[in-house]
Every structure is written in structure tokens, then in C-alpha cells.
């Protein structure tokens, strides 16, 4: 095992030295129409699918060609089919660095978990597409080997479960889906819990709000993480533990924010219950100290509990 894992780190380096994203190239990302559109045209789906950009930059960039079907500029008024797909070029992209200190810490037959750095995006999602994480690794075992099974924000830390096919792509999906994956996090914090241990029960609405974010809503999805203080440090800061009994976007971020003890780095969820438009670190910010230690799952092929980590971070321990 150590052979292989010494040999895929060494590919790693050997993919994000330099970065794949850091020189021009057409970025291609796809556009999929969803049934509701179905007989809808394109300009007005686009324009209902992404509120957050303005419908003069969509003209604009059907007037430049930019979004085509079968590599042929198409129009807005063009009368759309649900199920469709189109593509959308951002040409000479660049994309911004991201940090590229991936480690490859376990592979067998059916599971791969990788150690993810931050800031880095887990998938292509708005400025990233090849400085991500499922683009780097899959130039390590081909396009497409590797399928991603769950998500940590990009400027989240930790273990990352990988799947080898799609058996196992379907198992873990369903574990995590169902809440079958035991997650332990790390977490420093701003202020002193009063107790040692503490569970925060508060539903976390559906919408997006700042940064793609969420707020705590009383007609929210359950959500419920438990706590526990590992240290209090001298600086008015603490490491806890936190065990998400739900899968919620930014439920542990969320929790600890609505209980008064932001998370020390967190871009969006600052102190004194402000929030900010801020989503993704760059590389020269403090790190967002939040860290998935820990993952115990049922392995797909041989069906028995399994379990895989990572150490902790610096700022766990200062």
C-alpha cells in the first residue's frame, strides 16, 4: 500500500506542477435544460436558471457565440426541448490558484479517499473548472475513473470518499444520502462554549442566500449537529468537535454561527451574526479552521464498517 500511495502522490505533483487551470484555455461548461423548460425559450430559461447574472451579459454572450450546441453558436430565441443540453464557452479562461497540496492516503479495488486542501473546489462550480479537485485527481487514473460520492466546501479541509465504479459510486451515495456515514469534524472557534458538550438542533432553510449559502428558517430541513469542546485556548478561541447527525449545506458552519461561536476564517458567517458575499478563500487568507478528520462508512465491495482519517491541522494544536 505505501508503494502505491507514494506513487500517486507522485503523479499528483507531477498534474499540478503547474496548475492545469493556469494557462488559457476555452472553458466549456455544459448547459442542461430542465423538463419544467420544456417548449421555453433559451434566453428566458437562462435568465430564470441563474438570477445572479444580469440578462444583459447573457445577450452579450450569445451575441458572441458563446453559447453553443454541437460547437454551433445558437440564439436566445431559439425554442428549447426539456432534457437538452448546450454548451457554454468562456474562452481564454484563466482560473484562479487554488491550493494544490491534494494526498492520495488510501486506494483498493472499490474506494479511493484523498486528503483535501482549501481553499480548492471539490467540482467545477463558477471560476474553476480544472483547478479542481475531481479534474486533478482524474488525471491521475484517466478521466472519468474517479467518481465523487459527497462534497466539503472549497475551503473546508479533510477526507474526501472517492468512487472506483459505479457500485460503489451507488453505495456510498445511498450511505450518505441516508445518513449512514458516520463525519467527525474539527473546528476552531471564536469564543468559550459554556459547556462541554452542546447540540444544536436548528432547521436550515432550503434557499440560497449570500455566497450560495443558508440561514437557520423555522419551516427549514432538520438539521442537527453534536459538539463537544476539545480545548480552550489562551487567544479566547476553542477547538470543538463536531459529529453531523444531518447533511445540510453548511450545517456545521451554520450552527456554531447561530450559537455565537463563528468559525475562525469563515468567509461568509462572521461575528455578531453578520453576514458578507464572500464565498472561496484565495491562497494569501487565513484558513477557514474548519477540518473533516474522520469517516466510517460500510466499504461497498466487502460490506463491512470501515473507517478512514486524516490528522489534524496546524490550528488545531497552537
Same mark, same amino acid.
Given at each position: 500500500?505505501?508503494?502505491?500511495?507514494?506513487?500517486?502522490?507522485?503523479?499528483?505533483?507531477?498534474?499540478?506542477?503547474?496548475?492545469?487551470?493556469?494557462?488559457?484555455?476555452?472553458?466549456?461548461?455544459?448547459?442542461?435544460?430542465?423538463?419544467?423548460?420544456?417548449?421555453?425559450?433559451?434566453?428566458?430559461?437562462?435568465v430564470? !436558471?441563474?438570477?445572479?447574472?444580469?440578462?444583459?451579459?447573457?445577450?452579450?454572450?450569445?451575441? =458572441?457565440?458563446?453559447?453553443?450546441?454541437?460547437?454551433?453558436?445558437?440564439?436566445?430565441?431559439?425554442?428549447?426541448?426539456?432534457?437538452?443540453s448546450?454548451?457554454? $464557452?468562456?474562452?481564454k479562461? &484563466?482560473?484562479?490558484?487554488?491550493?494544490? /497540496?491534494?494526498?492520495?492516503?488510501?486506494?483498493?479495488?472499490?474506494?479511493?479517499? &484523498?486528503?483535501?486542501? =482549501?481553499?480548492?473546489?471539490?467540482?467545477?462550480?463558477?471560476?474553476? /473548472?480544472? /483547478?479542481?479537485?475531481?479534474?486533478?485527481?482524474?488525471? &491521475?487514473?484517466?478521466e472519468? =475513473?474517479?467518481?465523487?460520492?459527497?462534497?466539503?466546501? =472549497?475551503?473546508?479541509?479533510?477526507?474526501?470518499?472517492?468512487?472506483?465504479?459505479?457500485?460503489?459510486?451507488?453505495?456510498?451515495?445511498?450511505?450518505?444520502?441516508?445518513?449512514?456515514?458516520?463525519?467527525?469534524?474539527?473546528?476552531?472557534?471564536?469564543?468559550?462554549?459554556?459547556?462541554?458538550?452542546?447540540?444544536?438542533?436548528?432547521?436550515?432553510?432550503?434557499?440560497r &442566500?449570500?455566497?450560495?449559502?443558508?440561514?437557520?428558517?423555522?419551516?427549514?430541513?432538520?438539521?442537527?449537529?453534536?459538539?463537544?469542546?476539545?480545548?480552550?485556548?489562551?487567544?479566547?478561541?476553542?477547538?470543538?468537535?463536531?459529529?453531523?447527525?444531518?447533511?445540510?449545506? /453548511?450545517?456545521?458552519?451554520?450552527? !456554531?454561527?447561530?450559537?455565537?461561536y463563528?468559525?475562525?476564517?469563515?468567509?461568509?458567517?462572521?461575528?455578531?451574526?453578520?453576514? $458578507?458575499?464572500?464565498?472561496?478563500?484565495?491562497?494569501?487568507?487565513?484558513?477557514?479552521?474548519?477540518?473533516?478528520?474522520?469517516?466510517?462508512?460500510?466499504?461497498?465491495?466487502?460490506?463491512?464498517?470501515?473507517?478512514?482519517?486524516?490528522?489534524?491541522?496546524?490550528?488545531?494544536s497552537?
Open positions: 500500500m505505501q508503494d502505491l500511495l507514494e506513487k500517486r502522490n507522485s503523479q499528483l505533483s507531477s498534474v499540478t506542477m503547474p496548475l492545469p487551470g493556469a494557462s488559457h484555455f476555452d472553458n466549456e461548461r455544459p448547459l442542461n435544460i430542465p423538463g419544467r423548460y420544456d417548449g421555453v425559450n433559451l434566453f428566458e430559461v437562462v430564470s !436558471l441563474f438570477p445572479h447574472i444580469q440578462p444583459n451579459q447573457w445577450q452579450t454572450w450569445f451575441d =458572441a457565440g458563446h453559447i453553443r450546441k454541437n460547437g454551433v453558436p445558437v440564439q436566445g430565441n431559439r425554442t428549447v426541448r426539456g432534457g437538452e448546450f454548451i457554454h $464557452v468562456f474562452p479562461t &484563466v482560473e484562479p490558484d487554488v491550493n494544490v /497540496n491534494v494526498r492520495w492516503i488510501w486506494e483498493d479495488d472499490s474506494v479511493v479517499g &484523498v486528503f483535501q486542501p =482549501a481553499p480548492l473546489p471539490v467540482h467545477p462550480c463558477g471560476r474553476f /473548472n480544472r /483547478n479542481t479537485l475531481i479534474y486533478l485527481v482524474n488525471q &491521475v487514473l484517466g472519468g =475513473a474517479l467518481k465523487l460520492v459527497h462534497r466539503l466546501d =472549497a475551503n473546508t479541509s479533510g477526507l474526501m470518499l472517492l468512487a472506483k465504479s459505479a457500485e460503489a459510486s451507488d453505495s456510498l451515495r445511498h450511505q450518505f444520502e441516508l445518513g449512514g456515514v458516520e463525519k467527525r469534524y474539527i473546528a476552531r472557534v471564536i469564543g468559550h462554549p459554556l459547556q462541554d458538550r452542546f447540540v444544536c438542533d436548528a432547521p436550515i432553510g432550503r434557499s &442566500v449570500l455566497a450560495g449559502g443558508r440561514e437557520i428558517e423555522e419551516s427549514g430541513l432538520p438539521a442537527i449537529t453534536e459538539f463537544q469542546v476539545m480545548t480552550r485556548m489562551s487567544d479566547g478561541t476553542s477547538v470543538v468537535e463536531a459529529v453531523p447527525k444531518t447533511g445540510r449545506t /453548511n450545517q456545521i458552519r451554520i450552527h !456554531l454561527w447561530e450559537m455565537g463563528p468559525i475562525v476564517g469563515d468567509p461568509a458567517y462572521l461575528p455578531g451574526k453578520r453576514r $458578507v458575499n464572500r464565498q472561496t478563500l484565495d491562497l494569501s487568507d487565513g484558513p477557514m479552521c474548519l477540518h473533516a478528520e474522520s469517516l466510517r462508512f460500510i466499504h461497498p465491495r466487502h460490506k463491512e464498517p470501515s473507517q478512514l482519517e486524516v490528522g489534524l491541522p496546524g490550528w488545531a497552537l
